[in-house]
């Protein structure tokens, strides 16, 4: 059964069914994954895969179900399951299935060049980024990981209001992990980067770079435990605001979920710290003209100048605020339903270099990668406590290696503590959102060592 | 699931096409996840997922093709061309299955499909109910249930074809105190490969109630001490502490390769003399067990650790090559979208002779971790961390005051030698496991025990050892 086939029949059943709107969501992707493991490509995988999500509006309640194959049940699974679904949900404030917004921005997130690109180039460039990385210097004894991916996605969307939006993009990213060892100690370091200009990764400075960090991470100890001041190096303050990215939502807000409630239009942080999401960001890997309801979207700052401007809204959260939708609704994948999540989301750059920071901080920590933020984190009350390495600087020199320390602090209280704010912005790891910081000097973190 | 014919076709393309072992893995699963905040049903959502995996090897290089094309020309054409991709000569193309019966362990008395959406609404309220009214702290409860039932078919060029059908189910308690602006939770996840009679089995009430008496104790709690000190760490979820700090360690996918610091050391002392450790995948209707893994081979209970002595690893197919050694049933993934490797599945460190009581007792000063949170590893280094969700502080062997915001960090390898009581009480719990072949449920588990010292990050000053 074609798509085109699928959506007629599911929304004439749906109709006959008493639905009073309804909606098809659907996604497909193409994958390709190297996998390089001394000079061989030890692994390779391709992907084809898709799926289709229905919802739809019964008695005011909204009702999902998806499948990833077309065969002759699927209409009526999905039907009935939406249906099902639907009779049990309390809850009577709804989005509507929507109609569409006035005017959508213009995004092309495709690259027919990216596309162009043979696989014998991709795996070139994945031996090529290991080669790089174990000739970098003697002390590296393997690479655990070294890996390419591209992929392309589509994502469609038609409702019984009439709206058809469909878009495609497309991204590729790599990732490497290499240990290194001297003397008995072994110390690893892992880097990644994403791009959709195939030629503008740099497989000798990606190397240089884990490398380098691996080799730097080598004789680290533990510091005294005390306040500190610190520079959370750019990837490292981009993973705790990954962790506590949740805040912003205004569905976690009206749940009771945020640490935020109550403080829109205040200050809730140093006046450098201005956060933007933005969903049109040139080679976001999330970046997307419309949102997961059909609303057009739009770049938008969370906090400016350290005043919280605006919470992240759909059109159920929005209503409920009487503002308009943000243009956040987000559906992880055609298994889920929408929700509310950032696109690109990242603190905007300051003006100071990385060098100028050290400088400031005359004596204190780099923190340059925070672990188990997963774990370490409680995004309801804000408090984080979280395993790090790093380095320890004296008057404004690195002067040694840390590990085996924690960092502890609230997320809140830490926007107040904001010295100064970098101008180097970089992304972590994607994870459902792309999110990003600059370098940023805080004052007096807990660290626990020795 | 499929004609046995076509799926000999399809592995005989991938030996035809230069592969020297194939393997064939269709997934149809039917899943239904349910949630409730505030007392109010908030998202419905079930669905289908169904596509098959397709693997090839040539030597120790594999290839994984997955798709939800699921006809007979598709899957020709990507077993060709997942095996020509390894650019390897092999002339071999015949595939002969075996009968693959095997005896169901892990019996399903009520299957998901059998009950409707209501049935399932009233066992969410019950816990909802409990928990937000076990004390007036209780600002906010979330509930997400979930159950699914998945239908495997595996077969290999090495004639195994095997069909088999888990089903699990698992109900997610999230409770929330709140005083003044501050805000604590509470969190408890029971959860089997089982039915939906799990939920006659236990009392989903213990669960929500316990949930809410964490939230509130912690709200009450002050910050918890930095510094080194002995840490006492609870059973059941407290055995995350093995699972990330050792048992990724002693996963075929890192040692192959030699990243982990377990590699090349079987038969060496790497623990502590009291510590025995298992992965056992055959535990009847465990959260982690399944009657094969997701390469077709039986699970099996596996000897990691004999009183301190490293004596197994869990290895999969690809990885067992490298290694020359047999698969321990411990090939697993996600889903079709995941190639397998090998993963834990119920994996614990075994019970000791100390009472909870006595170990208590014997502690002058340190942390006592009544419930873990998540955490992560570094396999090539062994370094860990930690979240203790319900933290006490213990003096002169008894326990004293609640703690939040306690992480414990540490080494793998320091920390299983540094563990110098072991309790009697051993207990599994549930948890979600993700590595490289995706997200996986995995139980985790051990009896109380100490560690005799411990990096503790909290956000108070440094502990002090000799306070009154």
Redesign the interface.
């Given at each position: 059964m074609k798509l085109d086939e699928f959506k007629n029949k599911t929304f004439a059943m749906a109709k006959d069914k008493g639905f009073d709107a309804v909606e098809l969501y659907n996604q497909s992707a193409n994958q390709v994954q190297i996998k390089v493991f001394q000079g061989q490509v030890d692994d390779f995988a391709r992907a084809d895969t898709g799926g289709y999500s229905f919802r739809g509006l019964f008695n005011g309640r909204m009702g999902y179900a998806f499948t990833e194959i077309l065969d002759g049940e699927a209409v009526s699974m999905v039907v009935e399951d939406a249906k099902a679904n639907a009779l049990i949900i309390d809850e009577t404030e709804q989005s509507p299935i929507f109609g569409g917004s006035e005017k959508y921005p213009q995004y092309d997130g495709y690259s027919p060049e990216l596309a162009a690109v043979s696989t014998e180039d991709q795996i070139d460039f994945t031996r090529e980024l290991e080669a790089k990385a174990l000739a970098a210097d003697k002390r590296v004894k393997t690479v655990s990981n070294c890996a390419f991916v591209y992929g392309e996605s589509k994502t469609g969307l038609v409702n019984s209001r009439r709206l058809e939006l469909s878009q495609k993009g497309n991204g590729c990213y790599c990732w490497l992990s290499v240990v290194v060892v001297d003397q008995g100690e072994t110390r690893s370091a892992f880097k990644f980067k994403s791009e959709r200009d195939f030629a503008a990764l740099d497989a000798n400075a990606l190397a240089e770079e884990a490398v380098g960090e691996a080799i730097g991470q080598l004789g680290a100890n533990s510091v005294a435990s005390g306040a500190y001041p610190v520079i959370l190096r750019n990837q490292a303050a981009a993973s705790l605001l990954a962790a506590f990215a949740g805040i912003f939502s205004a569905e976690n807000v009206h749940k009771n979920f945020s640490l935020l409630k109550g403080k829109l239009g205040r200050q809730i942080a140093n006046s450098q710290i201005t956060i933007i999401d933005d969903p049109l960001l040139p080679d976001g890997l999330y970046s997307t003209p419309f949102d997961a309801e059909g609303v057009a979207a739009r770049r938008k700052a969370i906090v400016n100048d350290g005043t919280l401007e605006t919470y992240l809204h759909n059109l159920k959260s929005a209503a409920r605020d009487k503002v308009e939708s943000t243009g956040n609704a987000v559906k992880h994948s055609y298994k889920s339903e929408v929700s509310v999540a950032p696109t690109n989301l990242f603190f905007q750059n300051g003006g100071a270099g990385f060098d100028q920071l050290v400088q400031t901080l005359d004596s204190g920590l780099i923190i340059t990668e925070l672990q188990g933020t997963h774990a370490g984190t409680n995004p309801v009350s804000g408090d984080f406590s979280l395993a790090a390495n790093g380095y320890l600087v004296n008057k404004g020199e690195i002067v040694s290696p840390v590990d085996q320390i924690t960092v502890a602090g609230n997320f809140l209280e830490m926007f107040h503590n904001v010295e100064a704010v970098g101008n180097d912005l970089d992304f972590g790891l994607p994870g459902g959102s792309m999110i990003g910081s600059p370098s940023l000097l805080i004052n007096g973190l807990a660290i626990a060592g020795k | 699931m499929l004609d046995r014919n076509l799926v000999g076709d399809v592995l005989a393309e991938t030996l035809r096409f230069g592969g020297d072992y194939g393997e064939f893995f269709l997934e149809d699963r039917y899943s239904t996840r349910?949630g409730l905040?505030?007392?109010?049903?908030?998202?419905?959502?079930?669905?289908?997922?169904?596509?098959v995996g397709i693997r090839v090897f040539a030597g120790?290089?594999?290839?994984?093709?997955?798709?939800?094309?699921?006809t007979r020309e598709n899957l020709l054409t990507?077993a060709r061309?997942?095996a020509q991709?390894?650019n390897n000569q092999n002339s071999s193309d015949t595939v002969r299955f075996r009968h693959g019966e095997f005896e169901n362990q892990h019996p399903i008395r009520i299957y998901p499909e059998s009950k409707?959406?209501?049935y399932?609404?009233e066992l969410m309220r019950t816990a909802y109910h409990e928990a937000k009214t076990y004390n007036e702290l209780i600002?906010?409860v979330?509930i997400r249930f979930m159950d699914e039932d998945q239908k495997v078919l595996i077969a290999n060029t090495d004639g195994d074809f095997v069909e088999d059908r888990r089903v699990r189910t698992r109900m997610a308690i999230e409770a929330?105190a709140?005083k003044g602006?501050?805000?604590?939770?509470g969190f408890y996840g029971p959860g089997a490969h089982m039915g939906l009679e799990f939920y006659d089995r236990i009392d989903i009430s213990d669960y929500a109630r316990e949930a809410a008496r964490i939230a509130v104790t912690m709200i009450q709690a002050d910050q918890?001490p930095?510094?080194?000190f002995p840490v006492i760490i609870d059973n059941e979820f407290g055995g995350v502490i093995f699972h990330e700090a050792c048992g990724h360690g002693l996963e075929a996918s890192?040692v192959a390769?030699?990243?982990s610091?377990f590699a090349d050391k079987l038969g060496e002392q790497i623990a502590s003399p009291l510590v025995t450790a298992w992965d056992d995948g055959t535990i009847v209707n465990a959260w982690g067990s399944q009657n094969v893994d997701d390469e077709g081979t039986p699970t099996q209970r596996t000897l990691l650790i004999d009183k301190g002595i490293l004596r197994g690893y869990m290895v999969d197919k690809l990885n067992g090559r490298r290694m020359n050694m047999h698969s321990t049933g411990s090939g697993r993934r996600q889903s079709y979208?995941f190639?397998p490797t090998s993963r834990m599945s119920n994996t614990f460190i075994d019970a000791g002779e100390s009472t909870p009581e006595q170990i208590i007792a014997n502690t002058e000063y340190g942390l006592y971790a009544r419930y873990m949170?998540?955490?992560?590893v570094?396999?090539?280094?062994g370094?860990?961390?930690?979240?203790v969700n319900e933290g006490y502080m213990v003096r002169n062997g008894k326990i004293a005051e609640p703690v939040?915001?306690?992480?414990l960090?540490?080494?793998g390898a320091e920390v299983l030698k540094q563990i110098d009581m072991v309790g009697n009480n051993l207990a599994l719990g549930q948890g979600m496991c993700g590595a490289a072949s995706g997200s996986i449920p995995a139980n985790v588990g051990q009896p109380m025990l100490r560690v005799s010292e411990m990096?503790?990050?909290?956000?108070?000053?440094?502990g002090d050892r000799h306070e009154a």
């Amino acid at each position: 059964m074609k798509l085109d086939e699928f959506k007629n029949k599911t929304f004439a059943m749906a109709k006959d069914k008493g639905f009073d709107a309804v909606e098809l969501y659907n996604q497909s992707a193409n994958q390709v994954q190297i996998k390089v493991f001394q000079g061989q490509v030890d692994d390779f995988a391709r992907a084809d895969t898709g799926g289709y999500s229905f919802r739809g509006l019964f008695n005011g309640r909204m009702g999902y179900a998806f499948t990833e194959i077309l065969d002759g049940e699927a209409v009526s699974m999905v039907v009935e399951d939406a249906k099902a679904n639907a009779l049990i949900i309390d809850e009577t404030e709804q989005s509507p299935i929507f109609g569409g917004s006035e005017k959508y921005p213009q995004y092309d997130g495709y690259s027919p060049e990216l596309a162009a690109v043979s696989t014998e180039d991709q795996i070139d460039f994945t031996r090529e980024l290991e080669a790089k990385a174990l000739a970098a210097d003697k002390r590296v004894k393997t690479v655990s990981n070294c890996a390419f991916v591209y992929g392309e996605s589509k994502t469609g969307l038609v409702n019984s209001r009439r709206l058809e939006l469909s878009q495609k993009g497309n991204g590729c990213y790599c990732w490497l992990s290499v240990v290194v060892v001297d003397q008995g100690e072994t110390r690893s370091a892992f880097k990644f980067k994403s791009e959709r200009d195939f030629a503008a990764l740099d497989a000798n400075a990606l190397a240089e770079e884990a490398v380098g960090e691996a080799i730097g991470q080598l004789g680290a100890n533990s510091v005294a435990s005390g306040a500190y001041p610190v520079i959370l190096r750019n990837q490292a303050a981009a993973s705790l605001l990954a962790a506590f990215a949740g805040i912003f939502s205004a569905e976690n807000v009206h749940k009771n979920f945020s640490l935020l409630k109550g403080k829109l239009g205040r200050q809730i942080a140093n006046s450098q710290i201005t956060i933007i999401d933005d969903p049109l960001l040139p080679d976001g890997l999330y970046s997307t003209p419309f949102d997961a309801e059909g609303v057009a979207a739009r770049r938008k700052a969370i906090v400016n100048d350290g005043t919280l401007e605006t919470y992240l809204h759909n059109l159920k959260s929005a209503a409920r605020d009487k503002v308009e939708s943000t243009g956040n609704a987000v559906k992880h994948s055609y298994k889920s339903e929408v929700s509310v999540a950032p696109t690109n989301l990242f603190f905007q750059n300051g003006g100071a270099g990385f060098d100028q920071l050290v400088q400031t901080l005359d004596s204190g920590l780099i923190i340059t990668e925070l672990q188990g933020t997963h774990a370490g984190t409680n995004p309801v009350s804000g408090d984080f406590s979280l395993a790090a390495n790093g380095y320890l600087v004296n008057k404004g020199e690195i002067v040694s290696p840390v590990d085996q320390i924690t960092v502890a602090g609230n997320f809140l209280e830490m926007f107040h503590n904001v010295e100064a704010v970098g101008n180097d912005l970089d992304f972590g790891l994607p994870g459902g959102s792309m999110i990003g910081s600059p370098s940023l000097l805080i004052n007096g973190l807990a660290i626990a060592g020795k | 699931m499929l004609d046995r014919n076509l799926v000999g076709d399809v592995l005989a393309e991938t030996l035809r096409f230069g592969g020297d072992y194939g393997e064939f893995f269709l997934e149809d699963r039917y899943s239904t996840r349910l949630g409730l905040v505030g007392g109010k049903v908030e998202t419905g959502i079930s669905g289908r997922e169904y596509g098959v995996g397709i693997r090839v090897f040539a030597g120790y290089n594999s290839v994984y093709a997955y798709t939800n094309q699921v006809t007979r020309e598709n899957l020709l054409t990507v077993a060709r061309d997942a095996a020509q991709a390894l650019n390897n000569q092999n002339s071999s193309d015949t595939v002969r299955f075996r009968h693959g019966e095997f005896e169901n362990q892990h019996p399903i008395r009520i299957y998901p499909e059998s009950k409707d959406q209501r049935y399932r609404v009233e066992l969410m309220r019950t816990a909802y109910h409990e928990a937000k009214t076990y004390n007036e702290l209780i600002e906010q409860v979330r509930i997400r249930f979930m159950d699914e039932d998945q239908k495997v078919l595996i077969a290999n060029t090495d004639g195994d074809f095997v069909e088999d059908r888990r089903v699990r189910t698992r109900m997610a308690i999230e409770a929330i105190a709140a005083k003044g602006s501050e805000k604590q939770s509470g969190f408890y996840g029971p959860g089997a490969h089982m039915g939906l009679e799990f939920y006659d089995r236990i009392d989903i009430s213990d669960y929500a109630r316990e949930a809410a008496r964490i939230a509130v104790t912690m709200i009450q709690a002050d910050q918890c001490p930095s510094g080194r000190f002995p840490v006492i760490i609870d059973n059941e979820f407290g055995g995350v502490i093995f699972h990330e700090a050792c048992g990724h360690g002693l996963e075929a996918s890192s040692v192959a390769k030699k990243t982990s610091v377990f590699a090349d050391k079987l038969g060496e002392q790497i623990a502590s003399p009291l510590v025995t450790a298992w992965d056992d995948g055959t535990i009847v209707n465990a959260w982690g067990s399944q009657n094969v893994d997701d390469e077709g081979t039986p699970t099996q209970r596996t000897l990691l650790i004999d009183k301190g002595i490293l004596r197994g690893y869990m290895v999969d197919k690809l990885n067992g090559r490298r290694m020359n050694m047999h698969s321990t049933g411990s090939g697993r993934r996600q889903s079709y979208k995941f190639a397998p490797t090998s993963r834990m599945s119920n994996t614990f460190i075994d019970a000791g002779e100390s009472t909870p009581e006595q170990i208590i007792a014997n502690t002058e000063y340190g942390l006592y971790a009544r419930y873990m949170g998540g955490g992560s590893v570094n396999p090539a280094t062994g370094e860990f961390n930690f979240a203790v969700n319900e933290g006490y502080m213990v003096r002169n062997g008894k326990i004293a005051e609640p703690v939040r915001g306690a992480t414990l960090i540490g080494r793998g390898a320091e920390v299983l030698k540094q563990i110098d009581m072991v309790g009697n009480n051993l207990a599994l719990g549930q948890g979600m496991c993700g590595a490289a072949s995706g997200s996986i449920p995995a139980n985790v588990g051990q009896p109380m025990l100490r560690v005799s010292e411990m990096t503790v990050g909290g956000r108070k000053g440094k502990g002090d050892r000799h306070e009154a």
